[in-house]
């Protein structure tokens, strides 16, 4: 399985979305597994189109003089692609906070997780949360965070005052 990653800058939507046109014609055989847009704002989000599969929308202004960015992963020779039917929906067509793609290869699953946002009063309790319904996300797959989450990746919204919180809730989680 060949992996192909493109970050994609552009100072309008309708530019990034001419991006992404030409990046997906000049690559046919390639199949999206995860999208992760970097906004200036939050309002841009609603310019955005509702998308299945792993899809994040961090606001985080692109460096540069950008207003909009896309980082792009895609695979080609993949033996199937399953996506989630829209962001926030779960197999059962339950919201669950997450958005996900499965590629299987070779007999290997290969799982993307996005778009954990949840509720709660400080950054512990919304992490606790997202952690929650990440691991209920694994279990319904028959999996396990011990046994085969390679990664996690988090996008704290102001990192510099949420920090102890995230940092406490997720220590928690990891600990044997």
């Known amino acids: 399985m060949k992996e192909l990653q493109f970050i994609l800058k552009a100072s309008t939507v ?48 692109p460096l540069g003089k950008f207003h909009i960015a896309l980082w792009l992963y895609m695979v080609e020779g993949a033996d199937s692609i399953e996506k989630s039917p829209a962001p926030d929906t779960n197999r059962s067509g339950q919201e669950s906070g997450l958005s996900f793609t499965i590629c299987r290869e070779g007999g290997v699953r290969h799982i993307w997780t996005a778009g954990g946002v949840a509720s709660g009063s400080d950054s512990e309790s919304q992490t606790r949360n997202i952690l929650d319904v990440y691991e209920r996300f694994l279990t319904s797959e028959g999996l396990s965070i011990e046994r085969n989450c390679m990664r996690t990746w988090f996008f704290c919204h102001d990192i510099d005052n949420n920090y102890s919180g995230f940092v406490k809730a997720r220590r928690e989680n990891f600990a044997v």
């Open 14 to 61: 309708e530019q990034l979305f001419g991006k992404e046109r030409s990046c997906l014609s000049a690559n046919p055989a390639a199949e999206t597994v995860f999208k992760r847009y970097f906004l200036e704002d939050r309002s841009q989000k609603s310019f955005l189109p509702v998308e299945p599969g792993a899809i994040s929308y961090i606001v985080q202004p």
